[in-house]
């Protein structure tokens, strides 16, 4: 258990649905990302929120939306997805942004677009 | 944007033998952090160097860090068939960026 909690852990959706990942840290900490995982390819930074203020947001589609309404908690809707948004969904969280931070990450949601 | 990236992309050995794996990066950090991701699940943090430092040693973990190269490496000693996992780098500019690579994929062998 890292202190950080998602749900749900397995998500399979059809293109036109609309639904919501969470992340839940119980670290005290002030920073929350989304990562995109997908096979063979780099984990891709989607967004950062520090102090609920988002300060990263790497020209993510859209269809892509966070949420992070205080510093325990994040989400991600999703809406009108494409087969290619399948992946490993991972949030993560860090006590700032600035030296010696390590990152604590959830275990992830695996999300299938059919 | 800084993305560390790791060499080989697989390694597989045998139970006791050690394994090294390889980082690079292009630009000044100020730290490096290594990750473990067991397949399917979240990355867990193994070590932290700073970039006043050469070696770090954790357990079985030895990392070291050459700055002038740009580069790190992870030496497993005496691994088990719990240490099969995917190995990432972080190079940390002390921002909220934290770039990962693709990772090297490593399989020990009972």
């Known amino acids: 258990e890292t202190g950080v909690t998602q749900t749900p852990r397995h998500l399979v959706m059809g293109m036109t649905n609309k639904k919501s990942l969470k992340c839940e840290q119980h670290l005290g900490h002030n920073a929350m990302y989304w990562y995109k995982q997908s096979a063979k390819k780099p984990l891709e930074l989607m967004f950062v929120?520090?102090?609920?203020?988002?300060?990263e947001n790497n020209s993510v589609p859209s269809r892509f939306s966070p949420e992070c309404p205080n510093s325990s908690h994040l989400f991600l809707h999703l809406h009108t997805l494409q087969p290619e948004d399948s992946a490993l969904y991972l949030c993560a969280s860090s006590l700032g942004g600035g030296l010696d931070n390590e990152q604590f990450f959830g275990p992830g949601t695996r999300l299938t677009v059919l | 944007s800084q993305q560390g990236e790791e060499d080989p992309q697989a390694l597989s050995i045998q139970e006791g033998e050690n394994a090294t794996m390889n980082c690079s990066y292009k630009t000044s950090i100020n730290n490096l952090q290594w990750y473990r991701q067991n397949s399917g699940r979240g990355l867990v943090h193994l070590i932290l160097?700073?970039?006043?430092?050469r070696e770090k040693h954790s357990g079985r973990l030895r990392v070291t860090l050459d700055t002038s190269k740009k580069s790190s490496s992870l030496l497993i000693t005496a691994s088990r068939a719990a240490d099969t996992a995917s190995y990432f780098c972080?190079?940390?500019?002390?921002?909220?960026?934290?770039?990962f690579g693709t990772g090297t994929r490593l399989k020990v062998l009972a």
């Open positions: 160097i700073r970039s006043n430092e």
């Open positions: 929120y520090s102090l609920e203020e988002r300060v």
């Open positions: 972080a190079p940390h500019s002390g921002t909220y960026k934290y770039i």
